[in-house]
């Protein structure tokens, strides 16, 4: 089966013993970053989220800025998918990565991302152990001034 037959079994209008076809054979792809957020084939991104949580820390680590990117908005479909499956990987394999896309974020004044790598610091005790104090307390400032415009 091609990847393009694939995506089409992933799309989320498909029926359910379809998109589970197309799950079962998106797991054997190699080179699965393709799943990662596949470009304009949001209809599918549910689905590429299921597959792409199963993999391990190790497997991941390479996509990290990738997986963090996708969670800058949970109305994203298979965002809270990947938020949660970040919540339980590695902190020090996400320690780099998370302060990079928070600095990157606050530049941004990019708040529901932001809110999003916060939860994500929240949920992952050792994260938020190694996370910068300054930046933390500069996103926790800059989210108490967005509530206050509220």
Same mark, same amino acid.
């Given at each position: 089966?091609?990847?393009?037959? $694939?995506?089409? @079994? =992933?799309? +989320?209008?498909?029926?359910?013993?379809?998109?589970?076809?197309? /799950?079962?054979?998106? %797991?054997?792809?190699?080179?699965?970053?393709?799943?990662?957020?596949?470009?304009?084939?949001?209809?599918?991104?549910?689905?590429?989220?299921?597959?792409?949580?199963?993999?391990?820390?190790?497997?991941?680590?390479?996509? $990290?800025?990738? @997986? =963090?990117? +996708?969670?800058?908005?949970?109305?994203?479909?298979?965002?809270? /998918?990947?938020?949660? %499956?970040?919540?339980?990987?590695?902190?020090?394999?996400?320690?780099?990565?998370?302060?990079?896309?928070?600095?990157?974020?606050?530049?941004?004044?990019?708040?529901?991302?932001?809110?999003?790598?916060?939860?994500?610091?929240?949920?992952?005790?050792?994260?938020?152990?190694?996370?910068?104090?300054?930046?933390?307390?500069? /996103?926790?400032?800059?989210?108490?001034?967005?509530?206050?415009?509220?």
């Amino acid at each position: 089966m091609n990847i393009d037959e $694939i995506f089409d @079994l =992933l799309r +989320w209008d498909k029926p359910e013993i379809m998109q589970q076809k197309g /799950i079962t054979a998106a %797991r054997e792809i190699q080179n699965f970053y393709i799943l990662i957020r596949p470009g304009c084939n949001i209809h599918i991104w549910d689905n590429c989220a299921i597959v792409v949580s199963e993999k391990n820390d190790m497997e991941l680590y390479p996509y $990290i800025i990738m @997986l =963090l990117e +996708w969670i800058r908005d949970l109305t994203w479909p298979g965002a809270d /998918i990947i938020l949660e %499956r970040l919540k339980n990987m590695d902190a020090d394999l996400l320690e780099a990565p998370v302060y990079c896309s928070a600095r990157d974020a606050l530049a941004l004044q990019y708040e529901s991302w932001l809110r999003n790598l916060m939860e994500l610091c929240d949920k992952n005790e050792g994260l938020k152990q190694k996370m910068d104090p300054d930046l933390y307390q500069k /996103i926790v400032h800059f989210l108490e001034e967005m509530d206050k415009d509220e």
